[in-house]
Nanobody
Framework: QVQLVESGGGLVQPGGSLRLSCAASGSIFSINAMGWYRQAPGKERELVATITSGGNTNYADSVKGRFTISRDNAKNTVYLQMNSLKPEDTAVYYC??????????????WGKGTLVTVSS
């Protein structure tokens, strides 16, 4: 069984910073892409950033220059450093990973989410 557990969410003032972490555990042979998505109240879930196993990154236009995604392959962990936070960044942030939990079989797994609230 594979689990993704996010941490690091909370309340922050506009202009502040937060760092999210997501650790994968369980039966893992390898991990391809990892990423962060978010869902604001009343809106659909949207891509925030992704990172491949080789370190190539992709960002939503709304977070470019403010957010940085990184990963530690030895720890099966992905991070999201969020700077210059805005009220519109308020959302539940979900971790996603493509994990080989059985040989030659990759599946997408999701964490349960962590709430980020940007408010004064």
């Amino acid at each position: 069984q594979v689990q993704l557990v996010e941490s690091g969410g909370g309340l922050v003032q506009p202009g502040g910073s937060l760092r999210l972490s997501c650790a994968a555990s369980g039966s893992i042979f390898s991990i391809n892409a990892m990423g962060w998505y978010r869902q604001a109240p009343g809106k659909e879930r949207e891509l925030v950033a992704t990172i491949t196993s080789g370190g190539n990154t992709n960002y939503a236009d709304s977070v470019k220059g403010r957010f940085t995604i990184s990963r530690d392959n030895a720890k099966n962990t992905v991070y999201l450093q969020m700077n210059s936070l805005k009220p519109e960044d308020t959302a539940v942030y979900y971790c996603n990973a493509e994990i080989e939990s059985r040989r030659w079989t990759f599946m997408a797994y999701w964490g349960k989410g962590t709430l980020v609230t940007v408010s004064s």
